[in-house]
């Protein structure tokens, strides 16, 4: 009687095995069962050999040295007559190599504060069956509340709560298989306040990934973008701003403001030439001619070009102010697209609504390493993975 109620004292109190791994080391480990004087550990391959069938008096045991694979053990008490009462049933195990995901595309996910769940789907491959999903911003990490890996591990779906996600920026993606097999994905999740917001921002960060953009575009956002308009007009808009009908426009505008100033410009040396050339004419006339209708004629010609000239220089005047007032408006328009896109409450930040800084922390360990998970037709043991 109490043999038996020994065995299933011992299955009922089995439940949980506790696995650290490191190079091939497994330790299992169980609750320990009053009155028992010791354990058997016993563990064979898949081809049923048996290669460790040990006596043990704690409530663990390591098993060094094994390789990635399918496996079965079982434990057996021993009771207070040092004889072995029961073993479990055989409990397939399975050793998994631990390596680091990969990320399988250069996609950037975004999601707005009017979204409640936002679902991703991540491509890659060596995604494993507890792999941890999760979005990191200097210390604080927000962890979803759902994740869905696919069996041949190459793909993850994950669901976020937008409401777990206090701050607007950039997050990083973080992948972490067992035994800290860490993959991240620096910048590649972008939390606006709205859907359209931040799509576009994640627009711009594929960009970025891609090189087709400086990797400097949120570092210094007033510098890069006022120096580009100011060498060329709409240059810097269309750099910050993807506003590329400007870096057309500008330019004609602007090249249209130059060309009739110089035109305005040349009129007038050629209109206070003239004046100059009537003068000396009737200088010359009114000292060597006493004909009073002869100098009145000159010098109304005279009074004409000097009016021409005049009125040149005042086209002068007003080319000169266009040219200033456009080129004023230009890195005015500058300065306003960068506000628009990557400034708020005078730090330079993303455009996701508010004035939030981010840094980012990119990390890759890729040492390998093993770790235990559950077989799918696990009977009486639950195995629980700690890393």
Sequence with gaps: MWNRFIYVFFILLFPTFLFSQDLGETVLKWEEVPN???????A?????KVFISQKITSNSFEIKNIEPGVYEHRIGIINKFGKVESFTEWVPFQIVKSVVPIFGSQ?????????????????????LENMKVYLQKDDEKIIPKYIKISPDGKTAVVDFNTKDI???????????????KVAVKAKNFVFAKDKELAEKVAAK???????????????????????????????????IDDKSWKLYVYPVVFLGAVGAYAKGYQDFLSARS??????????????????????????????????SAKSKLNQIQIGAGAVGVFAIFNIVDAFLSVRRNVAS????????????????????????NFFTRQSENYQSVEFIQTF
């Design 107 to 127: 996609k950037v996910y975004f999601a707005g504060r009017d979204e409640n769940t936002k679902r991703i789907e991540i491509k890659g491959a060596d995604f």
């Design 205 to 239: 960060q594929v960009r970025i990934q891609n090189k087709e953009i400086p990797p400097d575009y949120y570092d210094t956002p007033y510098w890069s973008t006022m120096w580009r308009s100011t060498i060329l007009p709409g240059w810097g808009q269309e750099y």
């Design 166 to 180: 206090a701050e607007l920026g950039l997050y990083d993606l973080v992948l972490e298989n067992p035994r800290r």
């Design 36 to 42: 028992s004087l010791g354990y058997v550990v016993e």
């Design 345 to 368: 409450n005078d730090k330079q930040t993303l455009p996701i609504g508010e004035g939030i800084n981010f840094k980012a922390k990119s990390e890759f360990r890729a040492n390998a």
């Design 274 to 307: 003239t004046y100059y050339s009537t003068v000396q004419n009737n200088f010359l006339i009114s000292t060597t001619s006493s004909n009073d209708l002869i100098f009145l004629f000159t010098n109304q010609q005279a009074t004409d070009q000097y009016n």
């Design 44 to 48: 064979r391959d898949s081809k049923g």
